[in-house]
């Protein structure tokens, strides 16, 4: 009988003495552990859960592992979500509770998170004593450490317990729990692309990557797993995954820009890192005629670019069947191979602001009358057109605006920008830009075809625009045009061949102001359905 309860004593200062290390992998609670609400009752929503690391396609909502605990509640009364260890004693070798922790929202909640000790019960909510709190302030937007000093319970079994408070909408994660210290890995070594890599790649396309790539630590404790980062900032970097190696598409970066990056060597006890750089490539230039059809499997074209300020993106499909074209479907105009065509989707939130694709540099030096075309295809549904703007230019110039556009297309419809008074002596780029700032629009919007070219060669017929007119000539000040088609675009120059006005009317009437002209015989370009009219002004 004595062996027998000597036996049950070392067995029950064997599990009192047992160090809490959890990362929250397996059922949930975890065996020994408790989850339950505050001692007013409120809101069984305010219990923990178990969070997957991937939510919104997105990853790091776990520090290690594929899971961690989360408190989150959406409640307007007071509300506390706990979430206790099994009982364990602290010693003097082991009295540091270390876990790592998140929030994901920026906007304060004004939660309150607090680490409160028991030494006689797991779940009366009155024997448990506050030893550390934090507020909003005090929790990252990714998982840092954070850790308490429990020196004060050496010797004696308690159970730790992380409580969630407030009365709004707010979260808190929790990860890899521990109270034995490990040893953290050293940095990875090696990468690939190297350190201050120049030069970098990015061709869109379907077979085009830049792969990354890197070595162990040769230090440090053993490494769990590893967290890439990718940033244009080396203090904001964006978590894309856990990968051993990783294989990125060239369509997340820009051209001419400097990246930066880390594969974090990552075990329970936190990560370690050494952050990297490498620049991508110029701007590649094309000699005009020059088209892009878009027949990209999916993929931005070859030397195409885009940016975005609310993560709104143009995107490649060659079907749409949602907001598009007189509320139906969309396939690309086939003017060229296949059919592909570029869209942003405006239909859902975030609104679509300064959502721009951007074409390669196009080497136009050559060409007497530059010009571009491009399809689009646009449908409010009722409610309010997104506006569309085309802008010509370069970085060292600046840009201009040579095509806006805010009303419904019959399907696809041909347009065509006149860029004679853009500077081609350097080779220039296009901007397609949207811009959505009703709030309302269910319009999304497509862009297909788009071709640089000779005016006076292909696309554009010098004849007569119906219904055409214009008054008075010789004119004094307000110089009136219409027609019985759509006025696209009127471009006035002098004899010197300088362009002196330019407007974008695409209705059938416009007036224009020469107040500010110089007496003398102007040329005048009116762009209508295709059709390009020149005719001769004079100004008194």
Same mark, same amino acid.
């Given at each position: 009988?004595? %062996? ?14 047992? *160090? !809490? ?8 609670? #975890? ?26 396609? %997105? ?17 307007? @009364? ?8 099994? *009982? ?7 009295? !540091?509770?270390?876990?790592?922790? %998140?929030?994901?929202?920026?906007? $304060?909640?004004?939660?309150?998170? +607090? !680490? %409160? ?9 009155? =024997? ?13 937007? /990714? ?12 010797? +004696?079994? !308690?159970? /730790? ?21 490990? =040893? ?6 090696? #990468? ?24 162990? &630590?040769? @230090? ?9 980062? /990718?940033?244009?900032?080396? @203090? $904001? ?12 598409? #060239? ?93 942003? @989707? ?13 074409? &390669? ?45 805010? +009303? ?52 554009? +017929? ?9 008054? &008075? ?24 061949? *300088? ?42």
């Amino acid at each position: 009988m004595k %062996r027998i309860t000597l036996l049950i004593l070392l067995l029950t200062t064997i599990s009192l003495n047992a *160090q !809490i290390s959890e990362g929250f992998e397996g059922s949930f609670p #975890p065996s020994g552990w408790a989850a339950f609400p505050g001692s007013n009752g409120v809101s069984s929503d305010a219990e923990w859960v178990q969070q997957d690391d991937i939510w919104n396609n %997105r990853p790091g909502y776990a520090h290690t592992g594929a899971f961690a605990a989360l408190s989150s509640f959406d409640y307007e @009364d007071y509300t506390e979500g706990w979430l206790v260890t099994p *009982q364990f004693t602290p010693t003097a070798a082991e009295h !540091i509770l270390y876990f790592h922790q %998140r929030q994901l929202s920026s906007v $304060d909640y004004y939660s309150e998170y +607090t !680490i %409160r000790v028991s030494t006689t019960s797991q779940t009366t909510h009155a =024997d448990f004593t506050i030893i550390d709190t934090q507020d909003e302030t005090n929790v990252p937007m /990714i998982f840092g450490l954070h850790t308490v000093d429990l020196s004060a319970y050496i010797d +004696t079994p !308690i159970y /730790i317990a992380f409580v969630h408070a407030q009365d709004d909408d707010d979260e808190w994660y929790i990860d890899d729990v521990l109270t034995e210290a490990v =040893d953290l890995p050293g940095a990875s070594i090696n #990468p690939i692309p190297a350190d201050g890599a120049t030069g970098i790649s990015i061709t869109n396309t379907q077979t085009s990557h830049i792969a990354f790539s890197w070595e162990a &630590p040769t @230090d440090g404790g053993t490494v769990d797993q590893y967290n890439l980062f /990718i940033g244009s900032s080396s @203090d $904001d970097l964006r978590l894309l995954g856990h990968p051993t190696s990783f294989t990125a598409n #060239p369509s997340i970066f820009h051209y001419n820009t400097t990246y930066y990056w880390k594969a974090a060597a990552v075990n329970m006890g936190g990560e370690t890192s050494s952050i990297w750089s490498f620049t991508t490539s110029d701007v590649p230039t094309f000699t005009a005629p020059y088209i892009i059809d878009f027949e990209n499997d999916g993929f931005v074209p070859d030397g195409c670019d885009q940016l975005v300020t609310n993560e709104k993106w143009w995107e490649y499909s060659n079907s749409i069947s949602e907001h598009m074209g007189n509320a139906g479907d969309a396939e690309g105009t086939t003017t060229n191979s296949g059919g592909y065509f570029a869209f942003v @989707d405006s239909s859902d939130n975030p609104d679509a602001t300064n959502t721009t694709f951007i074409s &390669p540099l196009i080497d136009m030096s050559s060409i007497e009358e530059p010009a571009v075309s491009f399809y689009i295809m646009s449908n409010n549904e009722g409610a309010t057109n997104v506006d569309f703007s085309v802008q010509a230019g370069n970085e060292a110039n600046g840009y201009t605006t040579v095509f806006t556009s805010n +009303t419904n297309t019959n399907g696809w419809e041909k347009k065509i920008a006149m860029l004679n008074g853009i500077d081609t002596t350097i080779p220039i780029q296009l901007k397609f830009i949207i811009d959505e700032t009703n709030g309302t629009s269910k319009d999304d919007f497509a862009i297909d075809d788009i071709e640089f070219f000779e005016s006076t060669v292909t696309n554009v +017929t010098n004849e007569d625009i119906e219904g055409l007119n214009y008054y &008075p000539n010789p004119t004094l000040d307000i110089f009136t045009i219409n027609a019985n088609e759509k006025i696209e675009t009127v471009s006035i120059y002098n004899l010197l061949g *300088q362009e002196v006005i330019k407007v974008s009317p695409n209705t059938t009437m416009t007036k224009i102001n020469t107040n500010n002209l110089s007496s003398g015989s102007y040329t005048v370009k009116i762009l209508a359905n295709n059709k390009l009219k020149t005719i001769k002004m004079i100004k008194n």
